[in-house]
């Protein structure tokens, strides 16, 4: 199907897959196997082994590329097989600008595994255009940000990072897993990649492990391709079919998100018990204009600051809607405490210079009825 021309709900239901040519099947089939038989020495009908190609796979390829307005899509096992391949473009000796409010597990990849190997990182507030710039080096290759970030709702203006980026030789990549393809496509801004973590709203029920890369690049494609055959980290056909089944409703999902993170967002904002608010909907977030001329959505992820440990205690132990759970993204809403869970892995002063205190509390709203997650919230505040 045409994208240029197509619009986004359609692109989610439609782009990548076609009946298939066998039984007329409407929905793309879980080709699960691990080889292909060729008929002859020398001729194959296009897949030789399933590490390097699967159909499956391909299409999820092709639907989340068209989501991002992107040439091509590289799926992998996680999204932190996703990032691993990206720095795997680069050699010992090079230098990336990473920004400092990125996953806990992409920290702990560069600071733990590629500073070992010879990769050298410099961690910014990628909020920051300066920073950005007085971190780069004439060895720098890549400058790598989340946009918002996790779990501090930061913003990075894409365009400027793009302009400050290729201005040295350096190329952009984006971490676009908060926001999704529905509320923001940093390929527009001039981005050279972005990445996923599928299992999130991409996927949306929380039912698989993923990640995908997105590019523009003949060039970076087939590069990138290559590290994904050669290092193998790639995600099996059924969890290529759950997540090629989530993108089908993307649109519709995240309208929700949009919707009940407003409404959850502007309601902690008014209960004193709630020292602080982090969603970049909200007027009162610093980059709040930033946010509405970037994105078009704002998502179902929420910060806020209970002011002790104790008290985040109570939040996340008394809510019965909301589950107590890492990953974020699924229909259900989930609810949980950065510093112990997802950014355990980062040092205690990092995680103090960042703002991930141990009063901070990191939501996942959902698309249930937003009356009864309010409720829900309610309830445990009272406990405090």
Same mark, same amino acid.
């Given at each position: 199907?045409?994208?240029?021309?197509?619009?986004?709900?359609?692109?989610?239901? #439609?782009?990548?897959?076609?009946?298939?040519?066998?039984?007329?099947?409407?929905?793309?089939?879980?080709?699960q196997?691990?080889?292909?038989?060729?008929?002859?020495?020398?001729? #194959?009908?296009?897949?030789?082994?399933?590490?390097?190609?699967? $159909?499956t796979?391909?299409?999820?390829?092709?639907?989340? %590329?068209?989501?991002?307005?992107?040439?091509?899509?590289?799926?992998?096992?996680?999204?932190?097989?996703?990032?691993?391949? +990206?720095?795997?473009?680069?050699?010992?000796?090079?230098?990336?600008?990473?920004?400092?409010?990125?996953?806990?597990?992409?920290?702990r990849?560069f600071?733990?595994?590629?500073?070992?190997?010879?990769?050298?990182?410099?961690?910014?507030?990628s909020?920051?255009?300066?920073?950005?710039?007085? !971190?780069?080096?004439?060895?720098?290759?890549?400058?790598?940000v989340?946009?918002?970030?996790?779990?501090m709702?930061?913003?990075?203006?894409?365009?400027?990072?793009?302009e400050?980026?290729?201005?040295?030789?350096?190329?952009?990549?984006?971490?676009?897993?908060? %926001?999704?393809?529905?509320?923001?496509? $940093?390929?527009?801004?001039?981005?050279?990649?972005?990445?996923?973590s599928t299992?999130?709203?991409?996927?949306g029920?929380?039912?698989?492990?993923?990640g995908l890369?997105?590019l523009?690049? $003949?060039?970076?494609h087939?590069?990138?391709?290559?590290?994904?055959?050669?290092?193998g980290?790639?995600?099996?056909?059924?969890?290529?079919?759950?997540?090629?089944?989530?993108t089908?409703?993307?649109?519709?999902?995240?309208?929700a998100?949009?919707?009940?993170?407003?409404?959850? %967002? #502007?309601?902690?904002?008014?209960?004193?018990?709630?020292e602080?608010?982090?969603y970049?909907?909200?007027?009162?977030?610093?980059?709040?204009?930033?946010? %509405?001329?970037?994105?078009?959505?704002?998502?179902?992820?929420?910060?806020?600051?209970?002011?002790?440990?104790?008290? !985040?205690?109570?939040?996340?132990e008394?809510?019965?809607?909301?589950?107590?759970?890492?990953s974020?993204?699924?229909?259900?809403s989930?609810i949980?405490?950065?510093?112990?869970?997802?950014h355990?892995?980062?040092? $205690?002063?990092?995680? !103090?210079?960042?703002?991930?205190?141990?009063?901070? +509390?990191?939501?996942?709203?959902? +698309?249930?009825?937003?009356?009864?997650?309010l409720?829900?919230?309610?309830?445990?505040l009272?406990t405090?």
């Amino acid at each position: 199907m045409d994208k240029r021309t197509s619009r986004f709900g359609t692109l989610a239901i #439609h782009a990548g897959q076609l009946p298939d040519v066998t039984t007329g099947a409407i929905m793309t089939p879980v080709y699960q196997t691990s080889t292909y038989v060729q008929p002859e020495l020398g001729r #194959h009908l296009g897949y030789e082994y399933a590490r390097t190609q699967n $159909p499956t796979r391909e299409a999820l390829e092709a639907n989340v %590329a068209a989501l991002e307005a992107g040439a091509s899509g590289i799926a992998f096992a996680s999204g932190m097989a996703a990032l691993d391949n +990206v720095t795997k473009l680069f050699s010992a000796g090079d230098h990336i600008v990473c920004g400092e409010g990125v996953y806990g597990g992409s920290y702990r990849l560069f600071d733990r595994v590629y500073s070992r190997l010879g990769l050298s990182f410099t961690f910014v507030d990628s909020s920051d255009p300066e920073a950005i710039s007085a !971190a780069i080096t004439p060895r720098t290759k890549l400058v790598h940000v989340e946009t918002p970030t996790n779990p501090m709702m930061r913003l990075t203006d894409l365009r400027e990072a793009v302009e400050i980026a290729h201005s040295r030789g350096a190329l952009l990549s984006v971490d676009n897993t908060f %926001a999704s393809p529905y509320n923001q496509r $940093p390929l527009e801004s001039g981005a050279d990649i972005v990445l996923h973590s599928t299992t999130k709203y991409l996927n949306g029920h929380s039912d698989m492990i993923g990640g995908l890369v997105v590019l523009n690049d $003949p060039e970076l494609h087939d590069r990138l391709r290559f590290l994904q055959n050669a290092a193998g980290g790639v995600p099996g056909p059924w969890d290529c079919w759950l997540a090629l089944r989530g993108t089908k409703t993307l649109h519709l999902r995240m309208k929700a998100h949009n919707e009940n993170g407003m409404r959850v %967002a #502007h309601w902690l904002e008014s209960q004193s018990a709630v020292e602080r608010v982090y969603y970049p909907g909200l007027t009162s977030h610093p980059q709040h204009e930033l946010a %509405a001329r970037q994105m078009t959505g704002f998502g179902g992820m929420i910060s806020i600051e209970m002011g002790s440990l104790e008290r !985040a205690r109570r939040v996340v132990e008394n809510v019965r809607l909301f589950s107590l759970a890492e990953s974020l993204g699924g229909v259900e809403s989930l609810i949980g405490h950065p510093a112990t869970m997802t950014h355990a892995s980062v040092p $205690p002063e990092r995680r !103090a210079r960042l703002g991930i205190t141990d009063g901070l +509390v990191r939501l996942s709203v959902g +698309v249930e009825d937003v009356e009864d997650l309010l409720e829900d919230l309610d309830r445990a505040l009272r406990t405090i």
